[in-house]
């Protein structure tokens, strides 16, 4: 795959801001984003805690909670996909804009990883918790062991061993499918709150069927997620391996600091992975998702059918369907 000229991308760019910000020019001021359509419960349960004057953090993880604890979602928390072996192993992240941060990776037994991982940010002098030293931290936390692997689940997990077909399917989490490899596993949330700070949180039960011990950009700072008072928040979604090779959100919220607004900044940030990854990608979805500090909302995606959840201080909330690179 042949990518663009420097100076293209740099057009293209530019002119998706322009037309951004005509779209975005009627629309109120958004304090809460959300990635796909299960984004819109865990979106009024953040503006709720909103709504009672509660902190940016404890908005989006009061979402990322409604998540967690759907068992009929399979990519995060209980009832999520387990990995080739059976366990279902979750990560999360979650932090604020003043460079606070906690997350957890390959967590078992725990429902609210996201919880977790703000127990992290608050109760140890650490940025990352892994595996059983994090399940051992949320036990000695108070936190309570729950089997995440459902009978649902379980028997996707079976029938998927009778051929064990590793595959990436794009946009699974608003499809009705029975099995293969989920390419993006993630709920990822932004919010303000009242006072104009900003925080977020991403939470995921990663690939389905993954190898073990498998972890992807979800609950990586930077990677996954990024929140700077300053200019804005980003999350990603889609193939993990992806999103990491270009630090997305990182990468998304410098191009926001550098003056595009949320679409254009997501759109460079996919432009770049595709230029770099050509045709190892063909097959791939990610999206990026962002918000900024006056309440711009914006996506792209690297191809369609990524939806994501937009929340205004009203309460009003749609759904909108992201633009994408390819078709």
Not at 216 to 237: C, F, M
Request: hydrophobic share 45%.
């Amino acid at each position: 795959m042949s990518g663009p000229s420097r100076r293209a991308v740099l057009a293209g760019a530019a002119t998706a801001a322009a037309a951004s910000s005509i779209a975005h020019a009627d629309t109120p001021p958004a304090v809460l984003v959300s990635t796909w359509d299960f984004g819109v419960p865990a979106n009024a349960a953040a503006h709720a805690v909103r709504q009672a004057s509660g902190s940016a953090l404890d908005m989006v993880e009061a979402g990322a909670r409604v998540a967690e604890a759907d068992v009929t979602n399979a990519s995060v928390g209980i009832g999520g996909f387990p990995d080739r072996e059976g366990h279902v192993t979750l990560d999360a992240v979650i932090m604020n804009g003043r460079g606070d941060m906690g997350s957890v990776c390959a967590l078992e037994d725990i429902v609210h990883a996201v919880s977790v991982a703000r127990r992290v940010m608050e109760a140890t002098p650490h940025v990352i918790l892994v595996g059983e030293g994090a399940r051992a931290f949320a036990l000695d936390q108070g936190f309570e062991t729950t089997r995440l692997l459902t009978p649902a689940a379980e028997a996707v997990w079976k029938r998927w061993l009778e051929t064990s077909d590793y595959a990436p399917r794009a946009n699974s989490e608003n499809t009705d499918w029975p099995g293969g490899a989920s390419d993006h596993d993630t709920i990822g949330i932004l919010g303000i709150d009242l006072t104009g700070a900003m925080a977020g949180a991403c939470t995921t039960s990663g690939m389905a069927f993954k190898m073990r011990g498998r972890v992807g950009d979800s609950p990586i700072p930077g990677a996954g997620l990024s929140v700077d008072d300053e200019v804005g928040a980003a999350t990603g979604t889609g193939v993990g391996e992806d999103i990491l090779r270009v630090s997305g959100a990182h990468a998304v919220v410098e191009a926001m600091r550098a003056g595009l607004d949320p679409d254009a900044a997501c759109k460079r940030v996919i432009e770049r992975l595709a230029r770099l990854r050509g045709d190892k990608i063909a097959d791939h979805q990610v999206a990026l998702l962002a918000l900024d500090k006056q309440g711009r909302a914006g996506a792209f995606a690297l191809r369609p059918g990524f939806t994501y959840a937009v929340t205004d201080a009203a309460g009003e909330t749609r759904l909108v369907r992201a633009e994408s690179l390819f078709s």
